[in-house]
């Protein structure tokens, strides 16, 4: 699986949209980017994939660059229950390539 | 429609004895993934599994682990002979049956703790 990197960690004002930069440089063009986070030690949830099309859904939105090395979440509007480890991950959609390779993420911290 | 069921959520183990994880996927869901979570680190992939198959166990050691995932019943991590390194949260994931883009739903996790 390509390898992603994330800024270790972010602060955002609450009300303010959180936007986490995530870089896959080495992606190739089967390989989706997802993005799951993980809210202080419950399971990752699920946020929002993409292959190179902008994505949005009522959680966030994705924006992967043409060139698809690199990728952007973007909490629009972040309440302090936003606050999580946020993992940028990249994988393909085909048999036997099933498994999640989490990094370290980016700890992203919404202030009041 | 419930999410991914893990039980129990805590188990304590003491040394040398076994521990037994179980997870029930989301309804429809018929592949099955294990992850674990040592204290302070990343979360990393164990195991890979379809109804009465092992596609994938990469990330497994070598001894004292194993999975299943039966025809019927939910999917059991077991791990022999526990040892304190194995102290760490267990979580299960799942997804629809087919490959493709399909997001993986994780439960709660088990907290095993041996002493």
């Known amino acids: 699986d390509a390898k992603t990197t994330q800024p270790p960690s972010m602060d955002c004002a609450e009300g303010r949209a959180a936007n986490l930069p995530c870089n896959h440089s080495?992606?190739?063009?089967?390989?989706?980017v997802y993005w799951y986070r993980q809210i202080h030690s419950q399971g990752p949830q699920y946020i929002i994939h993409?292959?190179?099309n902008n994505e949005t859904n009522e959680m966030a939105s994705l924006i992967i660059t043409e060139d698809r090395k690199s990728s952007t979440l973007i909490l629009p509007h972040a309440t302090l229950r936003d606050t999580a480890v946020y993992y940028c991950?990249?994988?393909?959609?085909?048999?036997?390539?099933?498994?999640?390779?989490f990094g370290q993420g980016t700890r992203l911290t919404i202030n009041p | 429609n419930a999410g991914v069921m893990q039980n129990p959520r805590h188990l304590v183990r003491r040394r040398g004895q076994e521990a037994r994880l179980r997870c029930s996927p989301m309804?429809?869901?018929?592949?099955v993934y294990w992850y674990r979570q040592l204290p302070e680190e990343g979360l990393k992939f164990m195991v890979y599994?379809?109804?009465?198959?092992?596609?994938?166990e990469s990330g497994m050691p070598k001894e004292r682990f194993s999975a299943e995932f039966p025809k019927e019943g939910p999917s059991i991590l077991r791990i022999q002979q526990v040892v304190r390194g194995d102290s760490a949260a267990y979580f299960c994931?799942?997804?629809?049956?087919?490959?493709?883009?399909?997001?993986?739903?994780f439960g709660p996790g088990t907290r095993l703790t041996v002493t």
């Open positions: 994931a799942s997804s629809p049956p087919a490959a493709g883009a399909y997001e993986q739903y």
């Open positions: 080495t992606i190739s063009g089967n390989e989706y």
């Open positions: 993409g292959l190179k």
């Open positions: 991950i990249v994988r393909a959609a085909s048999w036997g390539a099933q498994k999640l390779v």
């Open positions: 309804k429809g869901h018929s592949h």
């Open positions: 599994l379809q109804k009465e198959n092992i596609i994938d």
